[in-house]
């Protein structure tokens, strides 16, 4: 079953624009984290999260979280062609429970 | 480049077979996790070692098994194979718990 629902499910903006991407989860989470995937190919980890932290960034991009909304946030800024991808929200929920749940991503294309 | 290879690429194998898939994770880390996507059900989470041990099992159906081996490098075997096991399988590779993981290209099985 899916802990993470990215919303929205698809994503088209002009190049230059800026990207907004949202993930809710339904569980108390330890870790949450996006990732990036193009057509067919691996993950590629973008940025990690920890429940005790509201926001980080790294350089384009900024997430936020939200532990009383059970929600997070991916923020990417001025968009590249190369951001096209599908991006996934994955959430883990501590010892005892290590695994990584993933969401069902949002498919973003970036507009030349 | 993440530094985890995974072999073969690609495999295509009728119903009723055995398969294994192989991964190495990059140098130094422990953990080591299988995934499945298929496009009607995302990115599933199989299993994880670490070190050696299994730490964390999801959705993984008593068809399939994996290990970790000393060298750390693991190997995931699916056998009496169905139409329905046709999917990309990831191996990722973390220095540790609660780490980001680092994804391989990914195996695409197709079961004929």
């Known amino acids: 079953s899916q802990q993470g629902e990215e919303d929205p499910q698809a994503l088209s903006i002009q190049e230059g624009e800026n990207a907004t991407m949202n993930c809710s989860y339904k569980t108390s989470i330890n870790n949450l984290q996006w990732y990036r995937q193009n057509s067919g190919r691996g993950l590629v980890h973008l940025i990690l999260i920890r429940s005790n932290e509201r926001e980080k960034h790294s350089g384009r991009l900024r997430v936020t979280l939200d532990t009383s909304k059970k929600s997070s946030s991916l923020l990417i800024t001025a968009s590249r062609a190369a951001d096209t991808a599908s991006y996934f929200c994955?959430?883990?929920?501590?010892?005892?429970?290590?695994?990584?749940?993933f969401g069902t991503g949002t498919r973003l294309t970036i507009i030349p | 480049d993440s530094g985890v290879t995974q072999t073969p690429k690609h495999l295509i194998t009728a119903t009723g077979q055995r398969v294994t898939l192989r991964c190495s994770p990059r140098?130094?880390?422990?953990?080591v996790y299988w995934y499945q996507q298929s496009l009607d059900q995302g990115l599933q989470f199989l299993i994880q070692?670490?070190?050696?041990?299994?730490?964390a099992k999801g959705n993984i159906l008593e068809r399939f098994s994996a290990q970790q081996f000393p060298d750390l490098h693991s190997e995931l075997n699916l056998s009496s194979l169905e139409l329905g096991d046709s999917a990309l399988y990831f191996c990722a590779s973390s220095q540790g718990l609660f780490y980001e993981q680092y994804f391989g290209p990914g195996t695409r099985l197709t079961v004929t």
């Open positions: 140098s130094g880390d422990l953990s």
């Open positions: 994955a959430t883990d929920t501590g010892f005892g429970n290590e695994k990584l749940t």
């Open positions: 070692y670490y070190n050696g041990e299994e730490r």
